[in-house]
């Protein structure tokens, strides 16, 4: 049966997950920002617009007591996002909404202000390349932007003729010097990154009558003017006096290749002076200590063919001079911390008193928060669990008393929603939220199987209602990308509730390769993806497969990215599943390797003759299975050729090639427009109505229609 609870025409769907247009309508919540009195949350909340065809984003203030409902603060065509607190309680935030004093000008992202007081948002400061992100000092009176100039421009204005120039004679050329070109969905340049402080400007009309909300207007100084390109894709923070900006910096090295240090500027200066710089290794800034004089860093060894990347937590002392030009000798000030914890943890935020730090890692199918406890004495420094429930959490702040945080939380069960944290116990509350949370048409359950050498392969099972030993669903193999990665948090991209909705069961393991089983669980598959991943996929199968409540006659694998070159494995590897869905897959590696945005890193990874090895389109002639053929032009990451070349050689070389009358079983789902993701909303309508016309004609024997929109 196609589908178990299917939504009747004119009607109210059971759950959000039996209609795609109620499914995408389903409010989305991002990033979280706390006031420095600890009064006002913000948060971003992205909902469907009136014609479905994009999402549209707002600014919500939530009560951090619970007590209030959320109330929107912003509302525009454009959205808003990104906002940041300042030291007196106003909000930052960048938007391309028309400014209301400048209706006629061209919609840039801008930078806004939303007074702490309340009242009208209005415009900073707007420049004809935008603003990406606001950064902001927590004890002084200090912000900070980072966005692009053109390469040649000398300053703003010359920016801005630069600019004028190229879209008035429709120049879009880039002339490159450097790797990367590319990354992700975006060309890069010719705009590069440049951190800018911003500061109050001279007001040529002081003087003059005007309003008490009068203020002069904001300027921007370059505090990375000779950066080039080596801002691209950096983590950057301020620190709590608004004196030093630390940021990872790009590293070029021969033959293309680069690693990240980490340096401080100066504000006042402009000088810039390199902290960390080991051959091998990248760093990158976490927060800073509430006294200024600890940073902390995130470190991370190159990869080898035959070693895995080790991340880990250090100490930074900044207490020093950080004003004089080339100054260096940071390692010596660098202590470890909690090295021998095996997880990668990411660092969200400090204690008020220094004491401790809050960080996140995952974790055995979960991210939880964890306390780093920080004693005089290193030997007593303790990693202790602080929330227990099997859930995800981003984007932790703490409150100025240090008893309690606020964080997004979600998991396979409920998407992203603010909480807070009782630091003392763990316990974490669901603040009143800007929508309720969905009901699934399901059940998840944890379940585990034995790899091959031993090894505990976990994997979360999502059942349909109904789902029983006398009507047993049939089962969709879930592969997740990276591959480091796990299956842990809720995603809107890859939601296996839409298909328990149909019927199906959703198996979404953690093998080889995963994180949040140790350091050794990654190396098991390190170099070599076809082995260990793929047995690891294998018994997590079977093992969902005993059980009574799940068909094992009627079974499909899917996966993207990664998971889609594991589909691809998997197709040439046995043809125990009735279909294969491969999206943004991998395919040849040693045609993808040279090809991707970041070659340099894949590159690292494996040999040419490892990439030979674990290739899956050498075993193309023993495929037997349908497979639906899924890829975004766009994709930089996994270029479209990865597609093409599988398409291609499916229908010439597979064992259901094309026919005499140039019929075939698989598939190819085409977006011109669409990256890896494939985000558009009625894009994404479209992915999920194929895969599950696939889906049911192949598992199912039933035939459904694909949506209406393909013209077919």
């Keep these: 049966m196609a589908n178990l609870n299917p939504a009747i025409p004119g009607e109210q769907p059971l759950t959000p997950f039996h209609d795609l247009d109620h499914y995408l309508a389903i409010p989305r919540v991002s990033g979280l920002a706390l006031s420095p009195d600890g009064r006002r949350l913000v948060t971003t909340v992205s909902t469907l617009n009136g014609k479905g065809t994009e999402f549209a984003t707002a600014l919500w203030e939530l009560d951090p007591t619970g ?3 959320a109330r929107r603060i912003t509302r525009s065509a454009k959205g808003e996002a990104g906002a940041v607190f300042a030291a ?5 935030f960048t938007s391309a909404r028309p400014d209301p004093e400048s209706p006629d000008g061209d919609p840039v992202k801008a930078l806004w202000l939303l007074p702490a007081g309340g009242g009208e948002a209005r415009v900073i400061l707007s420049r004809p390349g935008g603003v990406d992100k606001v950064l902001s000092a927590r004890d002084a009176d200090a912000t900070f932007v980072i966005a692009e100039i053109l390469a040649g421009s000398t300053d703003e204005d010359n920016d801005a003729e630069r600019r004028k120039a190229r879209k008035d004679n429709k120049v879009a050329a880039i002339l490159h010097s450097e790797y990367p070109v590319r990354y992700w969905d975006s060309d890069l340049g010719p705009g590069q990154p440049r951190i800018f402080a911003v500061d109050e400007g001279q007001d040529e009309e002081a003087g003059k009558p005007a309003t008490v909300d009068a203020a002069p207007p904001r300027v921007l100084r370059n505090l990375t003017p000779h950066a080039g390109p080596r801002l691209r894709e950096a983590e950057t923070v301020a620190s709590p006096d608004g004196r030093t900006i630390y940021t990872s910096y790009t590293r070029p090295l021969a033959k293309a290749e680069s690693r990240s240090v980490l340096v401080a500027v100066d504000v006042a200066s402009g000088n810039r002076n390199v902290l960390l710089d080991e051959e091998g290794m990248s760093y990158f800034p976490g927060p800073v200590s509430p ?3 600890t940073l902390v860093v995130v470190s991370e060894s190159d990869t080898t063919p035959h070693q895995a990347p080790q991340v880990k937590l250090n100490l930074l002392d900044v ?11 940071g390692a010596a000030r660098l202590t470890a911390l909690v090295h021998d914890w095996d997880r990668w943890a990411r660092p969200a935020a400090w204690l008020p008193d220094g004491s401790a730090l809050l960080v996140t890692a995952d974790d055995d199918g979960a991210s939880p928060v964890f306390r780093i406890s920080l004693p005089a004495s290193a030997a007593e420094v303790s990693v202790t669990r602080l929330t227990q429930d ?9 409150s100025p008393e240090g008893r309690t945080a606020y964080a997004l939380r ?5 998407p992203p929603e603010a909480v807070r944290i009782d630091l003392e116990t763990g316990e974490a509350t669901r603040l009143p939220a800007p929508a309720e949370r969905p009901a699934v048409p399901g059940r998840l359950e944890r379940l585990a199987a034995t790899a091959a050498d031993g090894a505990r392969v976990p994997a979360y099972l999502a059942l349909p209602e109904g789902a029983s030993a006398d009507a047993p669903a049939p089962m969709l193999l879930w592969i997740h990308g990276g591959p480091l990665g796990s299956w842990n948090a809720w995603t809107w991209r890859w939601n296996p509730w839409l298909l328990t909705a149909k019927g199906y069961a959703v198996l979404l393991p953690d093998p080889a390769l995963s994180t949040g089983y140790g350091q050794s669980y990654i190396q098991r598959g390190w170099g070599e993806w076809g082995k260990a991943p793929f047995t690891d996929l294998m018994a997590a199968t079977d093992a969902a497969e005993r059980r009574p409540d799940i068909d094992p006659t009627r ?9 889609g070159y594991m589909a691809n494995w998997v197709a040439g590897h046995t043809d125990r599943f009735r279909a294969v869905v491969t999206h943004a897959s991998l395919w040849a590696l040693d045609q993808f390797g040279p090809t991707t945005d970041d070659s340099q890193y894949w590159l690292r990874e494996m040999t040419e003759e490892m990439a030979i090895e674990n ?7 023993k495929i037997s299975t349908p497979m639906l053929v899924i890829h975004g032009d766009k994709d930089y990451r996994v270029p479209i050729g990865e597609g093409l070349r599988l398409w291609y050689e499916l229908l010439s070389k597979s064992q259901l090639a094309a026919d005499r009358d140039g019929q075939t079983p698989h598939r190819f789902l085409y977006f011109p427009d669409e990256n890896h993701w494939v985000l558009q909303p009625q894009h994404a309508k479209v992915w999920y109505g194929v895969v599950e016309s696939f889906l049911a004609k192949h598992v199912l024997d039933e035939e459904l229609p694909v949506p209406a929109e393909l013209g077919l």
């Design 291 to 293: 006294d200024g004089n």
């Design 319 to 329: 207490s020093g001079r950080l004003d004089s030009p080339g100054q260096t000798g």
């Design 615 to 621: 290739s899956p389109h050498r075993h193309v002639e």
């Design 390 to 398: 099997a859930a995800a959490y981003t984007d932790v702040v703490v």
């Design 88 to 92: 007196n309680g106003d909000v930052y």
């Design 67 to 69: 007590e209030k409902q």
């Design 555 to 563: 079974t499909a694998a899917m996966g993207g990215s990664f998971g």
């Design 410 to 414: 979600s998991s396979y069960a409920f």
